[in-house]
């Protein structure tokens, strides 16, 4: 029971701190955006099919970014996996690992990398001499813990080390914002649909080359989840709620939705809400995978109007697990 105490004072500990020391932070107006928007994008391919779903679903070697505490109900053992994405394909590409161990359906142990690949940009010096170019980069990194409390509930935390370079260092420059961020989570099963309680990117404001302070895209998101067996064919559904808040405020939501077919080929379709300039934009999206001797293939495509961002974006993951 102390333990129990200490990770929900913890969480709780955490949600104050970011609240607090984002008042400190400048507040986007209207069409700006918190620091460090890539925390939004997701790893797994599977979640952006079924309409970027993250906290409502139990399968997922990506736990780390997302669904810690569904790692102790998960069905393996162990899982793991690497995906690519084209995000905003005109302008970067996402690289992810992650990895998730279920230990006696009691504990769970998340790693996590992703990185964000931007196109580079020419420098010049100070003389208006070229001086080469540059390639901005984003990375997350981080590992996490989950415990199955009582047989249907479970509480995760996931910390990562998040940071992005725009410019490369100098005298008058230190390479870009970084900071540590950390995600809370809980889930109760109860039969064949789960409910999931989530704050995550909680973390202090990060600074600019200027010294101005931003704050991080921290947001609570409600989420549940329903998967069912029927004989050869599984069905599975998720749907999430959220606010961001701690900078711009503003809501979000997605709907997904996976069949499969044999444990072999899965059909998935979802849809996301989300507001322009905080958040990843709306979109629609399919996807579908493969597994067979548990390796798994996974590739997802986003539906966007012609003017977003968003409009052609791929991912494609591989993975095993067992």
């Not at 279920?102 to 992703?114: E, H, K």
């Not at 199955?148 to 870009?176: D, H, I, K, Q, W």
Request: with cysteine; proline share 4%; hydrophobic share 45%.
């Amino acid at each position: 029971m102390k333990f129990i105490r200490f990770i929900l004072c913890s969480a709780v500990a955490a949600a104050s701190f970011g609240a607090a020391t984002a008042q400190d932070a400048t507040v986007p107006a209207a069409g700006e955006s918190p620091a460090l928007q890539f925390l939004n994008v997701g790893a797994s391919p599977r979640n952006w099919a079924m309409g970027g779903v993250q906290s409502g679903l139990q399968k997922n070697a990506y736990a780390q970014f997302g669904s810690v505490a569904a790692v102790p109900f998960c069905d393996e053992t162990m899982a793991a996996g690497a995906s690519y994405t084209m995000w905003r394909p005109a302008s970067s590409n996402m690289l992810a690992a992650g990895a998730a161990w279920n230990i006696n359906g009691t504990f769970g142990v998340t790693f996590g990398v992703q990185t964000g690949l931007n196109p580079a940009y020419e420098l010049t010096s100070a003389a208006g001499v070229p001086a080469g170019t540059f390639s901005p980069f984003d990375l997350r990194a981080g590992a996490g813990f989950a415990w199955r409390v009582v047989e249907n509930l479970s509480v995760g935390v996931g910390l990562n080390y998040v940071s992005s370079s725009l410019a490369p260092r100098s005298e008058t420059y230190s390479g870009g914002m970084s900071s540590f961020t950390a995600d809370v989570q809980l889930m109760y099963l109860l039969g064949d649909f789960d409910i999931s309680l989530a704050a995550s990117n909680l973390g202090m404001p990060v600074k600019s080359a200027s010294g101005q302070s931003f704050g991080l895209p921290m947001n609570a998101r409600l989420a549940g989840g329903y998967s069912h067996d029927f004989g050869l064919h599984r069905v599975s559904a998720g749907v999430e709620g959220g606010m961001f808040f701690g900078a711009a405020s503003a809501a979000f939501g997605s709907v997904g939705a996976e069949y499969v077919y044999n444990g072999f080929v899965a059909l998935r379709a979802g849809w996301h809400y989300g507001a322009e300039g905080c958040g990843v934009p709306s979109f629609a999206s399919v996807g579908l995978g493969f597994e067979f001797l548990g390796v798994n293939i996974d590739a997802a495509y986003l539906i966007a109007p012609a003017d977003s961002p968003l409009q052609n974006t791929l991912s494609f993951g591989l993975g095993y697990s067992f």
